[in-house]
C-alpha cells in the first residue's frame, strides 16, 4: 500500500504518495457520527466505477475500480462487499512506480462502518497481504499480526469512508468528523461540504458539490494539499472527482464510466 490516504480517498491518490503526517489520534472517545440508515443509502449492489488518475492535467498515472460486489450476512451482520482495485498504467508504471492493489471490506448496510477488511499489494517485486477485524461492540481492531488496538465508535476503512464520504448532507459548513484506520495507525479526516459546482469530465457535465477533506491536527485542520471531492449532486452520489495540489502537481481521479448505479429521480 502506498504511504498513507491513497484513494482515494479514496481514502484516493493512486501512484503518488498523499502523507498524513503526525495526524494520528491519541484517544479512541470520541462520540460517534451516526451514518446514513441502510434504505437510504445512494449505491445499490451491482454498482461499478471506474477512473482515471491523472498527474499535472496531463500524465495519465493510474486507473481504479470501486465495486459494490454483494449483499449479504457475514458474521451476524447484515453486510455490503465492497472492493477497490488500484493499478499505475503508463509511464508512471514503466519508469516510477508498479501498482496491483485489490482492497476488499465488509461493512455494515446500517453503519456503513467496516468489521472485517483484506488487502493485497503489488508493487513490483514487493508483495504483502493484509487482513484486518473489528469488534465494533467492544472497539478494538485486530491487526494482522495480531495485535489489538482500541478504536472510537466512528473509525473506517479506506473502503468504507469512500462510501460513508456519499452519505453526508451537502449543505455548506455541515461538517462531518471520522476516524481513518490506514497502515495501522488512527487518524482524524474532516469533511467539509463548501458548494454546489458545475464540473467537466472529459464530455460529460455534472451538477456536483464540492467537499474539502481535510486532517486534523490537534485543534488545527490541514488543508495543506487542497484535497477537494465532488459528489454528484442527485441521489445517487457519485464521487465523479477528486482533486489535490501537493508541491510536486496537481493530480486528478476522474470518473470515467458508471455502471449498475441506483436509479435517479
Known amino acids: 500500500m502506498l504511504p498513507g490516504l491513497r484513494l482515494g480517498l479514496g481514502l484516493i491518490v493512486l501512484t503518488l504518495p498523499f502523507s498524513l503526517g503526525q495526524t494520528r489520534i491519541a484517544k479512541a472517545n470520541r462520540p460517534p457520527t451516526p451514518s446514513m440508515p441502510g434504505l437510504d443509502n445512494p449505491f445499490v449492489v451491482g454498482e461499478q466505477l471506474n477512473y482515471d488518475a491523472s498527474w499535472r492535467n496531463f500524465i495519465l498515472a493510474g486507473a481504479m475500480t470501486v465495486r459494490t460486489k454483494e449483499r449479504r450476512v457475514v458474521d451476524s451482520t447484515e453486510a455490503y462487499h465492497v472492493a477497490i ?127 474539502a477533506i481535510k486532517l486534523i491536527e490537534g485543534q488545527d485542520s490541514n488543508d495543506l494539499y487542497k484535497v477537494r471531492l465532488y459528489l454528484s449532486n442527485d441521489s445517487r452520489r457519485l464521487p465523479v472527482l477528486l482533486t489535490a495540489e501537493p508541491p510536486w502537481g496537481q493530480i486528478r481521479v476522474e470518473l470515467t464510466s458508471a455502471t449498475g448505479t441506483k436509479p435517479t429521480g
Do not use: C, W
Not at 509511464?91 to 492493489?101: A, H, T
Not at 465488509?106 to 477485524?133: C, D, W, Y
Not at 481492531?141 to 469512500?162: E, H, N, Q, V
Not at 495507525?185 to 461540504?193: G, S
Open 85 to 211: 482495485q488500484a493499478q499505475s498504467v503508463g509511464l508512471v508504471r514503466s519508469f516510477i512506480y508498479e501498482v496491483d492493489d485489490i482492497y476488499e471490506s465488509f461493512i455494515n448496510t446500517t453503519t456503513l462502518r467496516p468489521f472485517r477488511a483484506e488487502n493485497r499489494v503489488n508493487h513490483g517485486n514487493k508483495q504483502k497481504q493484509t487482513s484486518l477485524m473489528i469488534d465494533t461492540r467492544r472497539q478494538i481492531a485486530r491487526l494482522a499480526d495480531g495485535r489489538t488496538i482500541k478504536i472510537p465508535p466512528d473509525t473506517y476503512d479506506l473502503a468504507s469512508l469512500l462510501y460513508a464520504f456519499r452519505t453526508i448532507d451537502l449543505v455548506p459548513g455541515r461538517v462531518r468528523t471520522f476516524t481513518l484506520l490506514e497502515d495501522n495507525d488512527l487518524h482524524t479526516v474532516r469533511a467539509e461540504p463548501e458548494a454546489g459546482e458545475k464540473v467537466l469530465i472529459r464530455t460529460t457535465e455534472y451538477a456536483a458539490f464540492r467537499i
